[in-house]
């Protein structure tokens, strides 16, 4: 069973037995309300539990400057376990490397061209969490 939230600018569904958000972008660009909105929807789906995501998307979505600066926000990560972008266009590769390499990210995070193997790889990294979380394996946390 899925949870899902649809308006004219994006699709996300929730797969509680699989604890993967799956969000879907139409050809419209994300502004920063936009962000906020998801998070609070997607809290309110995952109810504090740990969660991988997949994001993919039209050719002609966009973000924009204060949507990338609102999702950079570190609360965005608090149960986010790895996340999976699925690229389709040049233009997708170029935002999703930006995202992945500048961007505050969870430590996995990955582009993909297949559904398929992105979801495979979610899969891999929520069980690798459940595994190690009981194990006391926290990550390493460096002051400046």
Same mark, same amino acid.
């Given at each position: 069973?899925?949870?899902?939230? &649809?308006?004219? +600018?994006?699709i996300?569904?929730?797969?509680?037995?699989?604890?993967?958000?799956?969000?879907?972008?139409?050809? !419209?660009?994300?502004? /920063?309300?936009? %962000?906020?909105?998801?998070?609070?929807?997607? $809290?309110?789906?995952?109810?504090?539990?740990?969660?991988?995501?997949?994001?993919? /998307? !039209?050719?002609?979505?966009? #973000?924009?400057?204060?949507?990338? /600066?609102?999702?950079?926000?570190?609360?965005?990560? &608090?149960? $986010?376990?790895? !996340?999976?972008?699925? %690229?389709?266009? #040049?233009? !997708?590769?170029? =935002?999703?490397?930006?995202?992945?390499?500048? =961007?505050?990210?969870?430590?996995?995070?990955?582009?993909?061209?297949?559904?398929? &193997?992105?979801?495979?790889?979610? $899969? &891999?990294?929520?069980?690798?969490? +459940?595994?190690?979380?009981?194990?006391?394996?926290?990550?390493l946390v460096?002051?400046?």
């Amino acid at each position: 069973m899925e949870n899902r939230f &649809e308006n004219d +600018k994006y699709i996300i569904r929730y797969f509680p037995t699989d604890d993967i958000v799956e969000f879907f972008m139409k050809d !419209q660009e994300i502004e /920063a309300k936009d %962000v906020i909105e998801m998070h609070d929807i997607v $809290l309110g789906f995952v109810k504090g539990k740990k969660y991988g995501t997949i994001f993919t /998307a !039209q050719s002609f979505f966009s #973000l924009s400057a204060d949507a990338r /600066a609102e999702g950079a926000k570190p609360e965005y990560c &608090e149960f $986010l376990i790895a !996340q999976a972008f699925i %690229v389709r266009n #040049l233009a !997708q590769r170029l =935002l999703g490397n930006f995202v992945v390499r500048f =961007l505050p990210r969870p430590k996995q995070a990955k582009l993909f061209t297949d559904y398929q &193997e992105a979801r495979k790889w979610i $899969l &891999e990294k929520i069980e690798n969490h +459940k595994k190690n979380k009981g194990m006391g394996i926290q990550p390493l946390v460096f002051n400046a």
